[in-house]
């Protein structure tokens, strides 16, 4: 990840790959990474990864969120390592197993588990039999993966402050749901500024809308990243 840009990681969740490659570009002198996601890499394939890249040597993150069988994700993450991401995403509610299996199928690839959607409430985690505060189950998914070699977590930045207590400092915690000062929240629930979610104990912050969706995706990820 090119240590001179900041360290944000921009949703490139885009309608096709022309908008996504064109963000990229406008992003990418300012941003160390760039995240294309299931929506993007199901409609457009692997392809699209050199295309939103570029040539420009930004890192990817590629957050296919696998959950399957410990051999079928293997399977997947090693399909997947040829296109060198630095982080590929999977569920830790797969099992240690699990993320054991796309650690050792991708070596050169930090996987990044996913602990709790941030999309489930406690009303929908006890549906899927897990009842209790969701900050637990975040705190022993995180410590599962985590254990099971994954080298980085995505969780909120409300959370991020008791993951970094139960992990230590070496493992890499990514943050979604950052909004800048007086920007829009959008769909997201549980929302912190860039500086909020840093000074909490995040190291890459996932920033998409605040930056896509301006008029000048370029000068709005320049905003941001010289605010840090
Ligand atoms: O546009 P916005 O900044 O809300 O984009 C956030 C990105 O982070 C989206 O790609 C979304 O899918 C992803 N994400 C999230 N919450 C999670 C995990 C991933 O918002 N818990």
């Given at each position: 990840?090119?240590?001179?840009?900041?360290?944000?990681?921009?949703?490139?969740?885009?309608?096709?790959?022309?908008?996504?490659?064109?963000?990229?570009?406008?992003?990418?002198?300012?941003?160390?990474?760039?995240?294309?996601?299931?929506?993007?890499?199901?409609?457009?394939?692997?392809?699209?990864?050199?295309?939103?890249?570029?040539?420009?040597?930004?890192?990817?993150?590629?957050?296919?969120?696998?959950?399957?069988?410990?051999?079928?994700?293997?399977?997947?993450?090693?399909?997947?390592?040829?296109?060198?991401?630095?982080?590929?995403?999977?569920?830790?509610?797969?099992?240690?197993?699990?993320?054991?299996?796309?650690?050792?199928?991708?070596?050169?690839?930090?996987?990044?588990a996913?602990?709790?959607?941030?999309?489930?409430?406690?009303?929908?985690?006890?549906?899927?039999?897990?009842?209790g505060?969701?900050?637990?189950?975040?705190r022993?998914?995180?410590?599962l993966?985590?254990?099971?070699?994954?080298?980085?977590?995505?969780?909120?930045p409300?959370?991020?402050?008791?993951?970094?207590?139960?992990?230590?400092?070496?493992?890499?915690?990514?943050?979604?749901?950052?909004?800048?000062?007086?920007?829009?929240?959008?769909?997201?629930?549980?929302?912190?500024?860039?500086?909020?979610?840093?000074?909490?104990?995040?190291?890459?912050?996932?920033?998409?809308?605040?930056?896509?969706?301006?008029?000048?995706?370029g000068?709005?990820?320049?905003?941001?990243?010289?605010?840090?």
């Open positions: 990840m090119p240590q001179d840009r900041a360290p944000i990681a921009v949703a490139l969740d885009a309608p096709d790959v022309e908008t996504a490659a064109r963000w990229a570009q406008a992003v990418t002198p300012y941003v160390a990474v760039v995240k294309v996601g299931l929506e993007l890499f199901c409609r457009s394939g692997p392809s699209v990864v050199e295309t939103v890249r570029g040539g420009t040597g930004v890192g990817l993150f590629l957050d296919l969120k696998l959950h399957d069988i410990p051999n079928t994700v293997a399977g997947a993450a090693r399909s997947v390592a040829r296109l060198k991401p630095l982080y590929l995403t999977v569920h830790a509610s797969g099992g240690a197993d699990m993320v054991r299996a796309a650690v050792e199928a991708a070596p050169d690839v930090t996987i990044a996913v602990t709790v959607l941030t999309s489930l409430g406690d009303a929908s985690l006890e549906q899927i039999g897990m009842a505060p969701s900050r637990d189950a975040v022993r998914l995180a410590a993966a985590v254990g099971a070699g994954a080298g980085a977590l995505v969780c909120s409300q959370e991020v402050a008791a993951v970094r207590e139960e992990v230590g400092p070496h493992i890499v915690l990514i943050t979604p749901g950052v909004r800048p000062a007086g920007s829009e929240a959008d769909d997201q629930a549980r929302i912190a500024t860039p500086q909020q979610a840093l000074s909490n104990g995040a190291d890459l912050l996932v920033i998409g809308r605040p930056i896509t969706g301006a008029k000048d995706p000068a709005a990820a320049a905003t941001i990243a010289a605010s840090l």
